[in-house]
């Protein structure tokens, strides 16, 4: 099929990518030039395993960047991936959305054949039946007879979104009539997982309700988790017996620090935003975000009882991006515990495997270290804020430090002497 991905970010680069190896035609729209060109020659802008290679092997074939909209026109369906960032009361800008949908309907004015415009951007409930079909319908002069409209949500785990692509655990799809949802789950047809065809406004929800639950899944091990500590409990073979009930699940189960990314935060507080606009107040979600805003502050409260007063001592954090395996730092539990050392006088030395250039943008005044070795010398004490694999191999580096206080946000270490937040 002929595939145009709206929007060349985390989710709109992932998708295009897989679905050119699904040997479909794909055409990224990007406006930023420096994106285009990297796609273009096979070179991520971002990290995410195993996509480089999809790059690699499609670009300039299967797949193409570009910055207009020159493929919407001979598009047979046309994803929506761009931001839909909060606003400051946590509500969504939906002024991306609106605006590439105008920008497609324009393209499809002069369109011949059936072509369908889904929204892969998690949007609130209606926004494609309402936002999206009308400006697209308005813009381009065509009816639904020509244009269909879908939802069709992502799951993808950043580090491990690839994978999650081409292995899902279900697609699902809203749309606007059968002949929509069709065109939509055609283009899946490579891959083998169940498919939910529903109305686009349930689509949109599962999307906010998967989110949130694993959110609250989170928090409540974190609360869990900071009562096991006072009370001398490993949350950790508390949780690990939880999990196993078929009921629960294992996953998002780990106490720690809590969540971040460009989902968890955003989705979470824009169903709030959704509940409290129609007068409802949603104290169970209200109180996951509480709990995942206080879980920094009890690294700071444990590390000051540990090393004493923080004002002019060197603080080594390792890990930098919100979990293992990106280089995203978007609401990384690292900033706020940054920030808090810093107000408190503290000298920071930080290292991460991937995500120190994206962390220089928001604390350039810290001191940034190649190696763990490197940022722990010196050190009064350390903060490992991230589960990178290779934290777990470090031991005798820790005896660079002038003092040898560990405190773990993710229970990565294996090496003795380490409280972690939890446990």
Known sequence: MRVSIVGGGYVGLVTGACFSELGHQVTIVEIDPEKIRAINA?????????????LKKNAGQNLNAEAGYTSVAEADIVFICVGTPPKPDGSVDLSYIESASSSIGKALQNSEGYCVVVVKSTVPPDTTGTIVRH???HASGRTEREIGFAMNPEFLREGRAVADFMKPDRIVIGSSDPRAGHQVERVYDALHAPVIHTKTSAAEMIKYASNAFLATKVSF???????CKMMGIDVYEVMKGVGL?????????????????????????????????RGLKPELLQAVLA???AQPSRMIEILEKRAGPLDGKQVAVLGLAFKDNTDDIRDSRAIPVIQKLLKIGARISAYDPLAIPQMKKVFPEISYHSTAADALRGADACIVMTEWPEFSRLDREFDLMAHRIIIEGRKILTCKGVEGICW
């Open 42 to 54: 096979g070179s991520p802008p971002i990290y995410e395993e195993g996509l480089e290679g999809i």
């Open 135 to 137: 400006a697209v319908l």
């Open 221 to 227: 091990s974190n609360e869990m988790g900071n009562i």
């Open 245 to 277: 009930d078929h009921r629960i699940g294992p996953l998002f189960l780990n106490a720690g620090t809590g969540f971040g990314g460009s989902c968890f935060p955003k989705d979470v507080s824009a169903l709030v935003s959704l509940a409290e606009a």
């Open 291 to 293: 709990v995942n805003e």
